[in-house]
Nanobody, 121 residues
Framework: QVQVVESGGGLVQPGGSLRLSCAASGSIWRLNAMGWYRQVPGAQRELVAS???????HYVDSVKGRFTISRDNAKNTVYLQMNSLKPEDTAVYLC???????????????WGQGTQVTVSS
């Protein structure tokens, strides 16, 4: 099986920073991409940042210039550095890993458990 484990959420004041970590482990033959969605109750899930293997980072417009996604390839781990946080960044952040588990199984997306980010004074 594939496991995706997140950490780093918490409560922070506006203008503050947090760094989220997400590690994928288990039966991974190919790791195509990793990133984060965020979800607020009553709103549609939003792709915040993603990093495709061999490609460039992508960000939703609202976080450009404030968030940075990076990768440790050896550990199948991605990080989301979130600076200049705003109250509207408050959400459950859900890490995903786009994985081919083995050469005979098609691509699947696996999800982390979610981590709450709250930006409030």
């Amino acid at each position: 099986q594939v496991q995706v484990v997140e950490s780093g959420g918490g409560l922070v004041q506006p203008g503050g920073s947090l760094r989220l970590s997400c590690a994928a482990s288990g039966s991974i033959w190919r790791l195509n991409a990793m990133g984060w969605y965020r979800q607020v109750p009553g709103a549609q899930r939003e792709l915040v940042a993603s990093l495709v293997s061999g490609g460039s980072p992508h960000y939703v417009d609202s976080v450009k210039g404030r968030f940075t996604i990076s990768r440790d390839n050896a550990k199948n781990t991605v990080y989301l550095q979130m600076n200049s946080l705003k109250p509207e960044d408050t959400a459950v952040y859900l890490c995903y890993a786009d994985v081919v588990p083995d050469p005979f199984i098609r691509e699947y997306v696996y999800w982390g458990q979610g981590t709450q980010v709250t930006v409030s004074s």
